[in-house]
């Protein structure tokens, strides 16, 4: 059974760090592209960095762009998102989600990813 599951979110005054923790059960993540996704109230979700099968690209949303890290532990299974210097617009509610085959170049095309997680929410606030 392929299962994502997320963690790391919480509570962090701005300009603090979190990381979230994307771990993957079933599957060997490092095979996939891998995205990272959130949604705040109201709003649409969107993507906010993806990073390719087995050493391929990595790619950040201009909003995040300098702040947020993408990196796979691969005997973990597991991608990680070091977020830093968070401001309250990242507050959200964050998604991690693969795409089902093998994609070097990655995007943060949503139509695009087969298998979501439940998602782990961030809020950014003094």
């Known amino acids: 059974q392929l299962q994502l599951v997320e963690s790391g979110g919480g509570l962090v005054q701005p300009g603090g760090s979190l990381r979230l923790s994307c771990a993957a059960s079933?599957?060997?993540?490092?095979?996939?592209?891998l995205g990272w996704f959130r949604q705040a109230p109201g709003k649409e979700r969107e993507g906010v960095s993806c990073?390719?099968?087995?050493?391929?690209?990595?790619y950040y949303a201009d909003s995040v762009k300098g702040r947020f890290t993408i990196s796979r532990d691969n005997a973990k299974n597991t991608v990680y998102l070091q977020m830093n210097s968070l401001k309250p617009e990242d507050t959200a509610v964050y998604y991690c989600?693969?795409?089902?085959?093998?994609?070097?170049?990655?995007?943060?095309?949503?139509?695009?990813?087969?298998?979501w997680g439940p998602g782990t929410q961030v809020t950014v606030s003094s």
């Open positions: 989600a693969v795409v089902r085959s093998f994609k070097r170049l990655c995007s943060t095309n949503r139509s695009e990813y087969d298998y």
């Open positions: 079933g599957f060997t993540l490092d095979y996939y592209a």
């Open positions: 990073i390719g099968s087995r050493g391929g690209n990595t």
